[in-house]
T-cell receptor, first 113, second 114 residues
Framework: GQNIDQPTEMTATEGAIVQINCTYQTSGFNGLFWYQQHAGEAPTFLSYNVLDGLEEKGRFSSFLSRSKGYSYLLLKELQMKDSASYLCAVREEDGGSQGNLIFGKGTKLSVKP | DAMVIQNPRYQVTQFGKPVTLSCSQT?????MYWYQQKSSQAPKLLFH???????NEADTPDNFQSRRPNTSFCFLDIRSPGLGDAAMYLCATSRAPSGSNEQYFGPGTRLTVT
């Protein structure tokens, strides 16, 4: 079966660092995506990992461990505008219907002053 | 500069009254997707088109249909909306369902069923 787990909610303080974890159990693995979704808006792409290790992009970094079925999104120097839901999504296979993304329920992050 | 456009942004329909949601894209992507998303839930894939090939998810109700008359446009038809169909409907596009090709989402249509 397919299962993607993320914490439901997190709270952090402006200027701090927060780590949002994602664990997955899927029949295959061909990449993991992180999306940001502000309330009532569409998801926007943040990062993509297919090999183990850390990918850094400005204030946001994403880490992957394929052997552990684990990823995290790291947000540094938090800003109020980072308050949003963060969705983890896995691609099981390359191409065809199995190439579609399987989304987690998302982690709602609240950044407080 | 909008790349994936959805109309309308808000749609109110009556129980049982057919409704059509539309999506267009300027990215010339091969794949178009329709998702249903309810509050605090993951986006649920309903179906997707890879070029003209239609792919229905196994658990998508028969009440939901889709059309893709050309590369740019895709429609979601709900034949007899029920109260449980009230949700945000997201359209997304992608070059291909492979590799690092991410999906680009439209702003969504929020459907209310009265």
């Amino acid at each position: 079966g397919q299962n993607i787990d993320q914490p439901t909610e997190m709270t952090a303080t402006e200027g701090a660092i927060v780590q949002i974890n994602c664990t997955y159990q899927t029949s295959g693995f061909n990449g993991l995506f992180w999306y940001q979704q502000h309330a009532g808006e569409a998801p926007t792409f943040l990062s993509y990992n297919v090999l183990d290790g850390l990918e850094e992009k400005g204030r946001f970094s994403s880490f992957l461990s394929r052997s552990k079925g684990y990823s995290y999104l790291l947000l540094k120097e938090l800003q109020m505008k980072d308050s949003a839901s963060y969705l983890c999504a896995v691609r099981e296979e390359d191409g065809g219907s199995q190439g579609n993304l399987i989304f987690g329920k998302g982690t709602k992050l609240s950044v407080k002053p | 500069d909008a790349m994936v456009i959805q109309n309308p942004r808000y749609q109110v329909t009556q129980f049982g009254k057919p409704v059509t949601l539309s999506c267009s894209q300027t990215l010339n992507h091969n794949v178009m997707y329709w998702y249903q998303q309810k509050s605090s839930q993951a986006p649920k894939l309903l179906f997707h088109y890879y070029d003209k090939d239609f792919n229905n998810e196994a658990d998508t109700p028969d009440n939901f249909q889709s059309r893709r008359p050309n590369t740019s446009f895709c429609f979601l038809d709900i034949r007899s909306p029920g109260l449980g169909d009230a949700a945000m409907y997201l359209c997304a596009t992608s070059r291909a369902p492979s590799g690092s090709n991410e999906q680009y989402f439209g702003p969504g249509t929020r459907l209310t069923v009265t």
